[in-house]
Each structure stands twice: as structure tokens, then as C-alpha cells.
T-cell receptor, first 114, second 114 residues
Framework: DAGVTQSPTHLIKTRGQHVTLRCSPI?????VSWYQQVLGQGPQFIFQ???????GRGNFPDRFSARQFPNYSSELNVNALLLGDSALYLC?????????????FGEGSWLTVV | DAKTTQPTSMDCAEGRAANLPCNHS???????VYWYRQIHSQGPQYIIH???NNETNEMASLIITEDRKSSTLILPHATLRDTAVYYC???????????????FGTGTRLTIIP
């Protein structure tokens, strides 16, 4: 079975540009979350979507946005990129956000802003 | 979510049991303890989770103290491939399709020595 898949795996952008990162959850999983991991730190929660609705938002500026599609895949968009947005962006999925479920992560998208 | 405290780094000889401690003294009764690990440049990998009973799976064992204020992850026969950053996370689980957020700390960098 395929795990959480993310694309692209690596990309380089220039300051001020926009980026779109994509995520396909594990088959049957309806909840998708996004995390940012800056070098040397643990992942930080950005968004969670369930059934195409935003269920949680971390402490990130409005330049960050996301959405979930009818097939439960998701996009993370970042506008007006800053050098500090350089990080590993992780997508995670789970079957249902109920007690005892497990969250599974993809391998991430490495974003470098120059 | 309750905060966790882990040692910054640990070494373990190959073939020996690796015991990774985690303190979560402010944990509440409906919070689970989750363990993930992250091998360099990869997405976090789920290891195990528990509420109050000890748990074991094919990867590891989780020992939770009776007062639930601390826990220990045990890798019974460490191999070089177990070298990674290990994260202990306390997660509040509520059945309202929300709160998939995982709060990562800086984790324990475990190095398996040949």
C-alpha cells in the first residue's frame, strides 16, 4: 500500500515567489495535516483538514494557506516567500481523527528560498 | 497538550537495548503518549503509542509509569539503522474530528555505536 505521498520532493524558489506543495494521503484517510520543519528543530503544525474543512491552524502568517480536495488530497500554498520559509514541509494523514488513531507522515518536500 | 522533556542525545551499543526516557509530568487523564522517530532527512516514522498500559509491537516497547508522569521507549536490540531523532509526544484525543495536532519538541538524538 502506498504511504503518504508528497510532491515535489525538492524545489528552489526566489524570495517573493509563490509555491504550491501537494500531498496525497494514504488510501481511505480523510484527515490531512501540514507541518514545517526548520533545520535543527522538530516539526511545527501548520494546518489540519478533515472532510475538506479546516479543523486546526498553527501560528503561521496568512501567507500560508491550504485546501483539501474531494479525493482528500491537499495543497499547501505559501505566498511572498521569505528566506525563513526554507524548510522541510511534511504532510501527514490519518484514517479518522478519533481516539487512538495513528498519524502517518510523508517524506516531505524540501523548499529552499534564495 | 502537555509538554514533554527528553534528553538531548544518547548513545547505545549495537545489539544492546536502547532505553529512551521521556518526562510528561503535566499529562492529563485523556492524553496519550506517542513516539515517533526521524531518520536524517526523512519524514517522522510512527513507532508506538499508549495510554496507561505498557505496549509492545514489532518495533519497540513502551513502558508508562503508574502515575503516567514519565515513560520509556525500549528498542530491544538496537541496530545501526535505529540511529535517529526520537520524539516523545503527548496528544490529547477527542472524538469531535479535531485536534490532529502533534506538538514536537527537539527530541533525543540516539546514536547507535558499532
Amino acid at each position: 500500500d502506498a504511504g503518504v505521498t508528497q510532491s515535489p520532493t525538492h524545489l528552489i524558489k526566489t524570495r517573493g515567489q509563490h509555491v504550491t506543495l501537494r500531498c496525497s494521503p494514504i488510501s481511505g484517510h480523510k484527515s490531512v495535516s501540514w507541518y514545517q520543519q526548520v533545520l535543527g528543530q522538530g516539526p511545527q503544525f501548520i494546518f489540519q483538514y478533515y472532510e475538506k474543512e479546516e479543523r486546526g491552524r498553527g501560528n503561521f502568517p496568512d501567507r500560508f494557506s491550504a485546501r483539501q480536495f474531494p479525493n482528500y488530497s491537499s495543497e499547501l500554498n505559501v505566498n511572498a516567500l521569505l528566506l525563513g520559509d526554507s524548510a522541510l514541509y511534511l504532510c501527514a494523514s490519518s484514517f479518522l481523527p478519533l481516539s487512538g488513531n495513528t498519524i502517518y507522515f510523508g517524506e516531505g518536500s524540501w523548499l529552499t528560498v534564495v | 497538550d502537555a509538554k514533554t522533556t527528553q534528553p538531548t542525545s544518547m548513545d547505545c551499543a549495537e545489539g544492546r537495548a536502547a532505553n529512551l526516557p521521556c518526562n510528561h509530568s503535566t499529562i492529563s487523564g485523556n492524553e496519550y503518549v506517542y513516539w515517533y522517530r526521524q531518520i536524517h532527512s526523512q519524514g517522522p516514522q510512527y513507532i508506538i503509542h499508549g495510554l496507561k498500559n505498557n505496549e509492545t509491537n514489532e518495533m519497540a516497547s513502551l513502558i508508562i509509569t503508574e502515575d503516567r508522569k514519565s515513560s520509556t521507549l525500549i528498542l530491544p536490540h538496537a541496530t545501526l539503522r535505529d540511529t535517529a531523532v526520537y520524539y516523545c509526544i503527548v496528544r490529547l484525543l477527542i472524538s469531535n474530528f479535531g485536534n490532529e495536532k502533534l506538538t514536537f519538541g527537539t527530541g533525543t538524538r540516539l546514536t547507535i555505536i558499532p
